[in-house]
């Protein structure tokens, strides 16, 4: 057996800890919200309780359709909205009691739609998530600058540094969005449909870049999605959601029963095992329609 066969452990270095050992980054714990015109009224929309918890280096979907709650958890989890009952923790402490600038140094949030308030060129884009790190009105340091720059080649986006955000492909443009968030240096990263607008082959390439990401940095990275497929390949482990309640949380393979997906989606599904183990999900036609 050569040495690159060898067993860390057996050259004197550490084995990496496997992902499920690692202590928890977030702890959601029974936390839930409720949307209310006016106090005297019923709640127009509620997220009853939710329990889950995001190690580093995992990649975690909240997974659902339309008007199900995932957005809702997602500004619970960011700490912009303060949970109504339980608690949301990063590394121990409460997100929504953190300051502006301290939850925007520990938790990047990248938006459906993140664009720029003036034609700005991407690096100057990406520079924009060290503000939390500064004072207004002040210039980039040099540290700054190199940290920005080093963001941009995590996701392959050097050569795009010169360009208008506007004249940039979908694919493009997101690359750069994700790229402001890592200069924030965050602990966690929350992405609302990061792949909504894209074609299959840049949701692929973004996906398997966060994973990437969140094993070289040790972040912990949460995915609001719709997609059923992209969540089965890539998530560690996914929170299903319908109408406001929490339906199951687990790994792929746990969550995705087809009795419970189709009555979460409303629509024939097949689901069976990859070779991988991970689930595959397929649209069944309808009796009487044809093949899809």
Not at 42 to 63: G, N
Not at 106 to 133: C, K, M, N, T, W
Not at 194 to 211: K, S
Not at 285 to 290: L, P, S
């Amino acid at each position: 057996m050569s040495a690159s066969d060898t067993p860390m452990h057996a050259l004197g270095g550490k084995a990496p800890e496997p992902t499920s050992m690692r202590a928890p980054r977030l702890n959601v714990e029974q936390a839930s919200y409720a949307y209310s015109t006016k106090s005297q009224f019923a709640p127009t929309f509620t997220l009853t309780a939710i329990s889950f918890q995001a190690r580093e280096c995992e990649l975690v979907a909240i997974l659902g359709p339309n008007a199900s709650g995932k957005s809702t958890l997602l500004r619970l989890i960011s700490g912009t909205i303060a949970p109504l009952t339980g608690r949301v923790e990063l590394d121990g402490e409460e997100t929504s009691r953190l300051d502006v600038r301290a939850r925007a140094q520990r938790i990047a949030v990248v938006h459906q739609e993140s664009s720029a308030v003036y034609p700005a060129l991407a690096g100057d884009f990406v520079l924009q998530g060290r503000h939390p790190y500064g004072r207004s009105l002040r210039f980039a340091s040099k540290e700054d600058i190199e940290i920005a720059h080093h963001a941009l080649a995590q996701v392959g986006a050097d050569h795009l540094a010169g360009r208008i955000i506007g004249e940039l492909s979908g694919g493009e443009k997101q690359r750069i969005i994700l790229a402001r968030a890592l200069a924030q240096q965050p602990r966690l990263i929350l992405l609302d449909e990061p792949t909504l607008h894209l074609d299959i082959g840049a949701q692929v390439e973004l996906l398997e870049q966060l994973r990437q990401l969140a094993l070289e940095n040790h972040y912990a990275v949460v995915v609001v999605t719709h997609e059923l497929a992209l969540a089965a390949e890539f998530a560690d482990q996914v929170v299903l959601l319908h109408r406001g309640k929490c339906l199951r949380v687990g790994t792929p393979a746990v969550v995705y029963q087809q009795e419970l997906l189709e009555q979460v989606f409303a629509a024939p599904l097949d689901v069976e095992a990859g070779p991988a183990g991970r689930p595959r999900v397929n649209l069944r036609a309808r009796r009487g329609e044809g093949a899809i």
